[in-house]
């Protein structure tokens, strides 16, 4: 009997550790996820903003020693407008308009002092540098073409404002297309140089600028005999070199 009891005594402390062991599994089942199997959330993290890269300061060129506005110089003396060709009445001319070959043509200058080629009636040509003529005939042809572009070559200088003139005591007093460059020298020996009783040191320029006509005193003897370069005075178109007979 006694040892009956303690068989059942036995059992019973069995059953409560079985249970007391199995409790927490099952409300732990029962409650949730056990924190064994619970993954610790990684912690916040606050964003680092991207830094943008800073650009590295480009240094500025170096100012062109050139002064004033538009394209560099090239460092040669500006193209005298005086020295440039004047046309003449006589002079033959070829018009040339870029991509309207039916609108280039050769012409001569009228003695009115004017030319006409297509679409362009009765333009004054004499007095102007080719390159105002160019200008102004593209004034009227944008009226009929789209930007046009004119050139003007002068092919024969033969009007009287693209000459010079020698008269007087030489041996072929005779009238000389001018050209860029031409001195007094030029047309003195063009001209087969001075005769035998030509007064060369009181030889004189004639040249007319803005409708007035002033004289420009040359010592020929001096040029030619002594070389006295300060004589060779430039000539410029129009002019007129007069060498005069010497007094006896």
């Known amino acids: 009997m006694g040892a009956w009891n303690g068989v059942r005594m036995l059992r019973r402390s ?6 007391t062991l199995s409790l927490p599994a099952g409300a732990q089942s029962a409650g949730g996820p056990s ?3 619970q993954t610790a959330a990684p912690a916040a993290t606050t964003p680092t903003p991207a830094t943008s890269a800073t650009p ?3 240094p500025s060129p170096a100012p062109s020693p050139v002064s004033g506005k538009g394209p560099a110089s090239s460092g040669l003396p500006p193209q005298d407008q005086s020295s ?4 003449g009445p006589g002079d033959q001319l070829q018009v040339f308009v870029w991509r309207n070959p039916e609108l280039s043509e050769t012409v001569p200058v009228r003695p009115d002092g004017k030319i006409s080629t297509p679409l362009v009636e009765n333009m004054v040509a004499v007095g102007k540098t080719p390159s105002q003529l160019a200008r102004d005939m593209e004034k009227v042809l944008g009226e009929y073409v789209r930007s046009p572009t004119v050139n003007i070559i002068v092919t024969q200088p033969l009007g009287e404002l693209s000459q010079v003139k020698v008269v007087g005591q030489v041996l072929h007093p005779e009238a000389i297309a001018y050209r860029e460059g031409m001195t007094v020298l030029d047309v003195v020996l063009h001209a087969g140089g001075l005769g035998p009783f030509a007064a ?7 040249r007319t600028e803005n409708g007035k006509t002033r004289e420009i005193r040359v010592k020929l003897q001096n040029l030619l005999q002594k070389g006295d370069v300060s004589q060779n ?4 178109p129009g002019d007129v070199l007069v060498v005069p007979q010497s007094i006896f």
């Open 200 to 206: 060369g040191n009181r030889s004189k320029l004639v």
């Open 56 to 58: 590295t300061p480009v």
């Open 84 to 87: 440039q060709y004047i046309i």
């Open 233 to 236: 005075v430039a000539m410029k």
């Open 35 to 37: 924190a064994a199997n």
């Open 14 to 19: 069995a059953l409560v550790v079985f249970l």
